[in-house]
């Protein structure tokens, strides 16, 4: 009787020392013969040389359904040539009505002989528990992508949280074999460290290392159990396309080892940011107590991000953290919302050289009356800047302030986000809210070093569920 899916892949875990799955991606460009041929010689010399080294293997159907039936046959083959004892997964990303997905999983499953799949979650439960029947076959949920496009959808809030948060609680509920796992992309190390806290127990296969760019450390110090499994990390071209792959796949095998060796399992948030979450607190913008806030609550903690620039130095990585979030996005001027982050915005605007604008609190009554400060021109895209976020509601005074200067307004970035319940205004409105930090996260990294009480932790936590 075969072993649970994940049984089964923890027992080549355990046996290889390994977290590294090894893609089959035999891209045409790349192939010395752009052949079904070519596909098979290619994957079966990838399997020979990285063998021992290997978690799982992961061929991905694209490359091999270009060549019609012809490829679907060699796909097959090409898992029936890995070892015995090796997890296959399928890269395929199924997911249709019910009898539709019945008809991918014997596909899948029966026909090409795959251990596991990637599927959709889109559709709903009925298009996703088929694949789920048999225990030895496991299930690598898409829930937080590693595209840059994953945001589009994956990070709309539903019910106070980010969807690939909803898609995580379903996953945990629909577990009921034992056999589910998601797809949580390294390149987001704190979503993967959200997600690892909401489902403590689930496998993640985490794409990203590699040509994708993701920082390897962060991701597996924010992913792995307390057992030193539960992620499982794919990289394809690095290994397939190196001179030697099955020194790249070694190396590769061993730098994971090393990282999870001498991370800190389940940290957060992600670790590119920890000097300037230690920033936050050396310089007192973070404080806990008791302080009365604006709508007479009563709170256990207070954020003054306007004492960042007391210190050059933090202020800088603050800016830093803004550029590399602003990097993807399209825009023509940064547009700070005053006060808090007209020096933070400016810090952004001198080290990227990207212009920027202010919407005034107050229109000046004398001079130029400007409502705006600063040269733009009717039609162009801004992206509005602030330091935090609770509800986003105190955003849009100036945002409609720059919409009635005839800008356009796609995306709001700040450096905090307190996730509190009911920030759902920003997509119902189609704005898109980019965060560097959480504040979940910066308690959970401040805990882990001790720098804060478990009591001011879970304090501030239940005052931000409480809303």
């Known amino acids: 009787m075969a072993l649970p899916f994940f049984e089964f892949l923890e027992q080549r875990s355990r046996e290889a020392d390994s977290l590294l799955c090894v893609g089959l991606d035999p ?83 029966g026909h090409l002989g795959a251990h596991a799949l990637t599927v959709n979650p889109y559709l709903g439960e009925d298009a996703v528990a088929p694949f789920l029947t048999d225990p030895a076959k496991g299930v690598f949920l898409l829930c937080k992508t590693s595209n840059p496009g994953a945001a589009d959808l994956q990070d709309l809030e539903t019910s106070g949280q980010p969807l690939y948060l909803h898609v995580a609680q379903l996953a945990k509920k629909w577990n009921t074999n034992q056999n589910l796992g998601l797809v949580a992309g390294a390149t987001y190390p704190q979503v993967i460290a959200r997600l690892r806290r909401a489902v403590p127990d689930l496998w993640f296969l985490a794409p990203g290392i590699g040509n994708q760019g993701a920082d390897l450390p962060s991701a597996l110090a924010a992913g792995l159990r307390s057992d030193g499994l539960g992620v499982l990390v794919p990289i394809s071209r690095a290994i397939s396309q190196a001179a030697d792959p099955a020194a790249a796949a070694k190396d590769f095998r061993d730098a994971l080892n090393a990282a999870h060796k001498n991370g800190v399992h389940g940290a957060t948030p992600g670790f590119r940011h920890a000097q300037l979450a230690d920033d936050l607190l050396d310089l007192d913008c973070i404080q806990f107590g008791e302080f009365k806030l604006k709508s ?59 212009p920027m604008i202010y919407p005034r609190k107050e229109t000046k009554a004398y001079g130029t009356q400007a409502a705006i400060e600063g040269p733009y021109e009717k039609g162009e895209t801004v992206v509005v800047i602030d330091d935090l976020v609770t509800t986003g509601e105190s955003k849009f005074e100036g945002i409609e302030k720059l919409a009635a200067a005839g800008l356009q307004v796609h995306d709001v970035v700040v450096l905090i986000d307190r996730r509190a319940p009911g920030s759902t205004v920003f997509s119902k409105r189609g704005l898109t809210l980019h965060s560097v930090l959480s504040l979940p996260d910066l308690l959970d990294y401040w805990h882990s070093k001790k720098a804060i009480s478990s009591q001011q932790r879970e304090a501030v936590l239940s005052f931000l569920q409480k809303g």
Do not use: M
Request: some cysteine; proline content about 8%; hydrophobic content about 50%.
């Open 27 to 109: 891209h045409i460009r790349d192939l010395p013969q752009p052949t079904v041929a070519g596909v098979r010689d290619f994957c079966l010399s990838l399997i020979e040389a990285t063998a021992p080294f290997a978690a799982a293997f992961k061929p991905n159907s694209a490359f091999f359904e270009v060549f019609g039936g012809e490829g679907i046959e060699t796909l097959k083959a090409v898992i029936a040539a890995v070892p015995a004892g090796i997890p296959v997964l399928l890269d395929a990303k199924r997911g249709d009505i019910g009898s539709t997905s019945h008809a991918y999983a014997q596909a899948a499953f």
């Open 296 to 354: 007479g609550q009563l709170s256990p903690i207070y954020l003054d991000l306007r004492r960042l620039v007391g210190n050059p130095a933090a202020l800088a990585r603050a800016a830093a953290a803004y550029r590399d979030l602003l990097q993807p996005l399209r825009f023509d001027r940064l547009a700070a919302l005053p006060y808090a982050a007209l020096p933070i915005a400016t810090a952004v605007s001198l080290q990227s050289g990207w």
